[in-house]
C-alpha cells in the first residue's frame, strides 16, 4: 500500500491527483457498453489526463448539486457513524501498488477496522430512487472496488444521505464486499488506458513538441 498523508481537497491533495486516474474516473476509464465498445467518456478522460501531464490546470467546473455534496459530506460522516455507532477515521489519498499514476481517495475507514465508507450527498431524486430501489451505480460499485483495490479494504459501506428529508429517510447505507473478479478486470483495462494514455502523449510530443 502506497499512503500519502494529506488533507482531500487541499493544494497537496490536488497536486497528487493531477494526471492519476481516481476511483471516481475509474469507470469512464474501462466500463464497456453490451456491444463491447467504450463508452465516449474514456477518450473524453483520455485527453483530461493529458492535458494535467502537460502541466495545464484548468478549473474543474462545480454544479449546485456537486457543492451541495461536498458541504453534506461531514454531516453524512456524522450521521453515519450515530446509525452504525462507529467512529470514522477521514484518509488522505492511496495509490495502486502496481499501476503507476492511479489513486483512490475513500470518504473514511470505519474504527480500526478494514471497511472504507463512499459517501454520497445526491439530488433529492437520485436519493429517493436509491431509498426506494436499494440499487446502487455500477459507476459506485466500480469506484468502491478500486477503492478497495488501492487501500487494501475488506469491504466499502455506500451511504446517500440527504438532510432534505425526514430523520428516517436521510440516510441510506449497504455494505459492498471486495470483489477480486471485478479489480482483476479494472486493473487490466486501466492497463490499457494507461498505455494509450502514453501513446497519445507521444503522438502530442511527435507534432507539437518544442526543440530544445
Excluded at 469512464?28 to 495545464?56: F, M
Excluded at 459530506?73 to 489519498?93: I, K, P
Amino acid at each position: 500500500m502506497n499512503y500519502v498523508d494529506v488533507e482531500q481537497r487541499s493544494e497537496g491533495w490536488l497536486a497528487e491527483r493531477l494526471g492519476s486516474v481516481g476511483a471516481s474516473e475509474v469507470f469512464d476509464a474501462c466500463a464497456k457498453q453490451k456491444n463491447g465498445k467504450y463508452y465516449q467518456k474514456r477518450e473524453d478522460l483520455l485527453y483530461k489526463k493529458l492535458v494535467e501531464r502537460l502541466g495545464i490546470q484548468n478549473k474543474s467546473y462545480v454544479s449546485k448539486e456537486m457543492q451541495h455534496g461536498i458541504d453534506n459530506e461531514d454531516s453524512a460522516r456524522t450521521a453515519y457513524e450515530f446509525v452504525c455507532n462507529v467512529s470514522v477515521q477521514e484518509v488522505g489519498l492511496f495509490k495502486h501498488n502496481r499501476i503507476a499514476n492511479t489513486h483512490a481517495s475513500p470518504d473514511g475507514v470505519v474504527g480500526k477496522t478494514n471497511i472504507g465508507i463512499e459517501i454520497k450527498a445526491p439530488s433529492s431524486v437520485t436519493h429517493l430512487k436509491t431509498l426506494m430501489t436499494g440499487e446502487v451505480s455500477e459507476q459506485y460499485i466500480y469506484q468502491m472496488n478500486w477503492q478497495m483495490a488501492c487501500a487494501g479494504y475488506d469491504a466499502v459501506d455506500f451511504v446517500s444521505y440527504d438532510p432534505r428529508f425526514t430523520p428516517k429517510a436521510q440516510i441510506f447505507i449497504k455494505r459492498f464486499e471486495r470483489d477480486n473478479a471485478l479489480i482483476a478486470e479494472i486493473e487490466n483495462e486501466l492497463e490499457i488506458f494507461m498505455a494509450d494514455l502514453d501513446k497519445l502523449q507521444s503522438e502530442f510530443n511527435k507534432r507539437y513538441a518544442e526543440a530544445a
